[in-house]
């Protein structure tokens, strides 16, 4: 019978490690799609042209900075889950581990109940799709400079 509580835990547990994967990761999409329709919104058509060198390095660092805000958002996120799940003592401790999980898997120093195992696989995917999506804006942004200036 207890075994039966354990796992119905495990379950639940896991269940809201999948939901607030999915809002996570939600809120970080929407983020990018607000930065990049910020962008857009700010330039008029060619003003990337425009750019000189120390421009075009200004536009691509502050582009960068928004990712890193965006980033750290969601590891904070992902703190607050803990937090209101009762992971975890302090806030030292779940943002430490939302980072180390968001950038690889299984190499922390911070130990979680048992019932919270798929904690650190979620976050770790988070951080697998949030920064596959951001190399991607940064791949994107770094052909567009390079196809404008290649253009002449």
Same mark, same amino acid.
């Given at each position: ?11 639940? !547990?896991?269940?809201?490690? $999948?939901?607030?994967? $999915? +809002?996570?990761?939600? %809120?970080?999409?929407? /983020?990018? =799609?607000?930065? /990049? ?5 700010? *330039?008029?058509? /060619?003003? %990337? ?8 390095? @200004?536009? $691509?660092?502050?582009?960068? %900075?928004? @990712?890193? $805000? ?6 904070? /996120? #992902?703190?607050?889950?803990? =937090?209101? !799940? ?6 030292? *401790?779940?943002?430490?581990?939302s980072f180390e999980n968001y950038t690889s @898997?299984?190499?922390?120093? +911070?130990? +979680?109940?048992? *019932? #919270?195992?798929? %904690? !650190? ?9 949030? @920064?596959? #999506?951001?190399? !991607? ?16």
């Amino acid at each position: 019978m207890a075994m039966t509580g354990v796992v119905s835990s495990v379950h639940m !547990a896991s269940l809201l490690c $999948v939901a607030a994967f $999915v +809002v996570l990761v939600s %809120l970080h999409l929407a /983020g990018l =799609h607000a930065m /990049g329709s910020i962008i857009r919104g700010r *330039q008029e058509p /060619g003003a %990337l042209r425009k750019l000189n060198y120390l421009g075009e390095i @200004l536009f $691509v660092l502050g582009v960068m %900075l928004l @990712l890193f $805000v965006l980033h750290l958002a969601t590891n904070v /996120g #992902w703190a607050a889950f803990m =937090h209101m !799940a009762g992971i975890l003592d302090s806030y030292d *401790q779940r943002i430490f581990y939302s980072f180390e999980n968001y950038t690889s @898997l299984g190499l922390t120093r +911070v130990d +979680v109940d048992d *019932q #919270w195992r798929m %904690l !650190a696989p979620m976050i770790s995917f988070c951080g697998i799709f949030c @920064l596959a #999506w951001s190399t !991607a804006v940064l791949v994107n942004l770094f052909g567009h400079l390079y196809a404008m200036t290649d253009d002449g």
